[in-house]
């Protein structure tokens, strides 16, 4: 018997329980540890029952169903086979709101066809089976077997076992016959022996053929029985083999397409990956290229600048220095020119001077002489102490001097 | 506990109507209706797909035989449930044929299933039927009434002829016994 723990256990389970009733669940879970495992445990059993899909009924089992009770509602089957009862009954069937059904006798069609060939197509066999039930139904009948089968003997072919009850009309047939038999024995016995057992002969006659009548029934419905029974078996089969290839062969093509298209997507993802991680790797060495270029052009120009300022500042240290060489040089050059000019221009005034004074040509060459002498050695002086000034004054001074003294000494020698 | 047998009994009522009325359209619409539940529930009590198949054809003939005798007071399902359990209880006394699994069900998912959801329910569906399979036919058919069947307490006690209190009671123990044996398969 349950206890309350279970009783709620169970009640939870199936969405039954109250509110109430899930606290107070809840509340034995927290303090009961076996109750807690049971109660889980009940939770995974429901939802893994929860998660098993149902098989889907045999395509064959409507329309087999319907074929019999079709064979049942029909008194005119009897000595027909039942194979061809569905072929009979389909154009009923397709007719019929159960749509479903066309499929599955267009498949029976096919299967109880080839059936039919197989089991019916040689008369010989036909022969041979109907003769060989017929005679184990003889034998049944004079051995006082249990014939007819009673209800309780059919068990699983209901409805060959009643089609064969309404066929007592044959035994019922022959129930009469034998009565009448023993009527006319009776009158036999007063009469003749002969004639009775005449009489009792013709009704054994009739009761053997009525039993080999009502055994060739017997053998055809058996045959009907077990023709429809496999035509049913075989179109179950058969639809049930079909179904499983026809299933088998769309999950495998689902399968490979599944697989195409997943191994479609990976590689689209990889190539995508790849391309990425390519584009990535490249974009970084472009990148990492482009940072050493910049790098390196940064660097170049920083050590360019560098450079180019040490360059300017060399060069214009160097320029300085040179200018101030040049200067040095210019300085003196001009100093040189200047006391040259001077020397000259003193020189010119000198000879001017000591023309206008009238002095002698030898003073003159002696003061043009000590003159540029004088200027020679100024200038060199004056360029060597790049003192222009102080030269060109000396220069001048000592033009000057030489030349008031050339002119002088000219003078003295004109005046003597 | 509310039912989720498919349907509900006015349209079986409507349908066994218009067959008694000469409409055998009707009768093949009930066939059409409930073989996938009896077939399952043949299944799941039997093990066996052949089995099961023999077994639901032959319950459809029992209700076409015995439709004049069916009390309308009773749902109908719950007449062809019982019908069908009858026969499948039936059955494995003639062939004492319980210890049988029977694996090659794998038509049972849905085709629109990919290949590995199929293949996992088959797999599932194996498992549970194996482990089924070690409970007893009382056990296995209250388990099968109320997770395949959706049968409430009511309907698995109208459906068996048992009182409520019995059924929770028996449904307790198949569980209890089934967890373990899942715990173990798993």
Redesign the interface.
């Given at each position: 018997?349950?206890n309350d723990t279970?009783?709620l256990i169970?009640k939870v389970?199936?969405?039954?329980a109250t509110a109430e009733e899930r606290q107070a669940l809840a509340k034995i879970v927290r303090e009961d540890e076996t109750a807690a495992i049971?109660f889980e445990?009940?939770k995974?059993?429901?939802a893994?029952?929860?998660?098993?899909?149902?098989?889907?009924?045999?395509p064959a089992?409507?329309a087999?169903?319907?074929l019999?009770?079709?064979n049942?509602?029909s008194s005119q089957l009897i000595s027909k086979p039942t194979v061809f009862v569905a072929l009979a009954t389909r154009t009923q069937?397709q007719n019929?709101?159960?749509s479903?059904?066309q499929t599955i006798f267009s498949r029976m069609e096919t299967v109880m066809s080839e059936i039919k060939k197989g089991f019916f197509s040689s008369t010989m066999n036909k022969v041979l089976v109907g003769g060989g039930v017929a005679a184990a139904a003889v034998i049944a009948i004079t051995a006082g077997g249990n014939f007819p089968a009673s209800n309780q003997d059919t068990?699983?072919t209901?409805?060959p076992a009643q089609r064969y009850r309404s066929d007592q009309s044959v035994t019922a047939n022959v129930q009469p016959s034998a009565n009448g038999g023993a009527g006319s024995a009776q009158v036999s016995v007063n009469t003749d022996n002969a004639a009775a057992n005449s009489a009792s002969n013709a009704a054994d006659r009739s009761a053997a053929k009525g039993a080999l009548s009502s055994a060739d029934k017997a053998a055809l419905d058996a045959a009907d029985r077990s023709a429809a029974k496999g035509a049913l078996s075989s179109a179950?089969k058969a639809a049930?083999d079909a179904?499983?290839k026809s299933?088998a062969k769309?999950?495998l093509s689902?399968?490979d397409k599944?697989a195409m298209d997943a191994a479609d997507k990976a590689a689209a993802k990889a190539a995508d990956k790849s391309a990425a991680k390519g584009a990535l790797n490249s974009a970084d060495k472009a990148a990492m290229d482009a940072a050493d270029k910049a790098a390196a052009k940064a660097a170049d120009k920083s050590a360019a600048k560098g450079a180019l300022n040490s360059a300017d500042k060399a060069a214009m240290d160097a320029a300085d220095k040179a200018a101030a060489k040049a200067a040095d040089k210019s300085a003196a050059k001009g100093a040189l020119n200047s006391a040259d000019k001077a020397a000259m221009d003193a020189a010119d005034k000198a000879a001017a001077k000591a023309a206008d004074k009238s002095a002698a040509k030898g003073a003159l060459n002696s003061a043009d002489k000590a003159a540029m002498d004088a200027a020679d050695k100024a200038a060199a002086k004056a360029a060597d102490k790049s003192a222009a000034k102080g030269a060109l004054n000396s220069a001048d001074k000592a033009a000057m001097d030489a030349a008031d003294k050339a002119a002088a000494k000219a003078a003295s020698k004109a005046a003597n | 506990m509310a039912s989720n047998v498919i349907g509900t009994d006015e349209q079986d009522q409507a349908l066994l109507s218009r067959y008694r009325g000469g409409d055998v359209g009707a009768f093949s619409s009930i066939v059409l209706k409930y073989q996938k539940p009896v077939y399952n529930a043949a299944f799941r009590v039997l093990g066996n797909v052949d089995d099961a198949t023999d077994i639901a054809q032959i319950v459809f003939l029992r209700v076409f035989e015995r439709l004049e005798n069916y009390d309308s007071q009773y749902r109908f399902f719950s007449w062809l449930y019982r019908i069908a359990i009858n026969e499948a209880i039936d059955f494995l006394r003639r062939t004492s044929r319980e210890d049988e699994l029977d694996e090659d069900n794998d038509y049972a998912a849905p085709e629109a299933a990919n290949p590995e959801h199929r293949y996992a329910a088959k797999e599932l569906s194996v498992c549970v039927q194996a482990a089924l399979m070690k409970l007893n036919t009382n056990e296995r058919i209250v388990i099968t009434l109320r997770h395949f069947n959706d049968c409430s307490y009511s309907e698995i006690a109208e459906i068996l002829a048992l009182d409520e209190k019995t059924v929770k009671s028996r449904l307790f123990e198949a569980r209890r016994r089934l967890g373990g044996l899942l715990k173990n398969l798993s």
């Amino acid at each position: 018997m349950m206890n309350d723990t279970q009783n709620l256990i169970q009640k939870v389970i199936d969405d039954l329980a109250t509110a109430e009733e899930r606290q107070a669940l809840a509340k034995i879970v927290r303090e009961d540890e076996t109750a807690a495992i049971e109660f889980e445990r009940f939770k995974q059993l429901s939802a893994t029952l929860a998660g098993v899909s149902s098989l889907a009924a045999p395509p064959a089992l409507h329309a087999a169903v319907m074929l019999q009770i079709e064979n049942r509602n029909s008194s005119q089957l009897i000595s027909k086979p039942t194979v061809f009862v569905a072929l009979a009954t389909r154009t009923q069937y397709q007719n019929s709101p159960a749509s479903t059904s066309q499929t599955i006798f267009s498949r029976m069609e096919t299967v109880m066809s080839e059936i039919k060939k197989g089991f019916f197509s040689s008369t010989m066999n036909k022969v041979l089976v109907g003769g060989g039930v017929a005679a184990a139904a003889v034998i049944a009948i004079t051995a006082g077997g249990n014939f007819p089968a009673s209800n309780q003997d059919t068990v699983g072919t209901i409805a060959p076992a009643q089609r064969y009850r309404s066929d007592q009309s044959v035994t019922a047939n022959v129930q009469p016959s034998a009565n009448g038999g023993a009527g006319s024995a009776q009158v036999s016995v007063n009469t003749d022996n002969a004639a009775a057992n005449s009489a009792s002969n013709a009704a054994d006659r009739s009761a053997a053929k009525g039993a080999l009548s009502s055994a060739d029934k017997a053998a055809l419905d058996a045959a009907d029985r077990s023709a429809a029974k496999g035509a049913l078996s075989s179109a179950d089969k058969a639809a049930m083999d079909a179904a499983d290839k026809s299933a088998a062969k769309g999950a495998l093509s689902s399968a490979d397409k599944a697989a195409m298209d997943a191994a479609d997507k990976a590689a689209a993802k990889a190539a995508d990956k790849s391309a990425a991680k390519g584009a990535l790797n490249s974009a970084d060495k472009a990148a990492m290229d482009a940072a050493d270029k910049a790098a390196a052009k940064a660097a170049d120009k920083s050590a360019a600048k560098g450079a180019l300022n040490s360059a300017d500042k060399a060069a214009m240290d160097a320029a300085d220095k040179a200018a101030a060489k040049a200067a040095d040089k210019s300085a003196a050059k001009g100093a040189l020119n200047s006391a040259d000019k001077a020397a000259m221009d003193a020189a010119d005034k000198a000879a001017a001077k000591a023309a206008d004074k009238s002095a002698a040509k030898g003073a003159l060459n002696s003061a043009d002489k000590a003159a540029m002498d004088a200027a020679d050695k100024a200038a060199a002086k004056a360029a060597d102490k790049s003192a222009a000034k102080g030269a060109l004054n000396s220069a001048d001074k000592a033009a000057m001097d030489a030349a008031d003294k050339a002119a002088a000494k000219a003078a003295s020698k004109a005046a003597n | 506990m509310a039912s989720n047998v498919i349907g509900t009994d006015e349209q079986d009522q409507a349908l066994l109507s218009r067959y008694r009325g000469g409409d055998v359209g009707a009768f093949s619409s009930i066939v059409l209706k409930y073989q996938k539940p009896v077939y399952n529930a043949a299944f799941r009590v039997l093990g066996n797909v052949d089995d099961a198949t023999d077994i639901a054809q032959i319950v459809f003939l029992r209700v076409f035989e015995r439709l004049e005798n069916y009390d309308s007071q009773y749902r109908f399902f719950s007449w062809l449930y019982r019908i069908a359990i009858n026969e499948a209880i039936d059955f494995l006394r003639r062939t004492s044929r319980e210890d049988e699994l029977d694996e090659d069900n794998d038509y049972a998912a849905p085709e629109a299933a990919n290949p590995e959801h199929r293949y996992a329910a088959k797999e599932l569906s194996v498992c549970v039927q194996a482990a089924l399979m070690k409970l007893n036919t009382n056990e296995r058919i209250v388990i099968t009434l109320r997770h395949f069947n959706d049968c409430s307490y009511s309907e698995i006690a109208e459906i068996l002829a048992l009182d409520e209190k019995t059924v929770k009671s028996r449904l307790f123990e198949a569980r209890r016994r089934l967890g373990g044996l899942l715990k173990n398969l798993s």
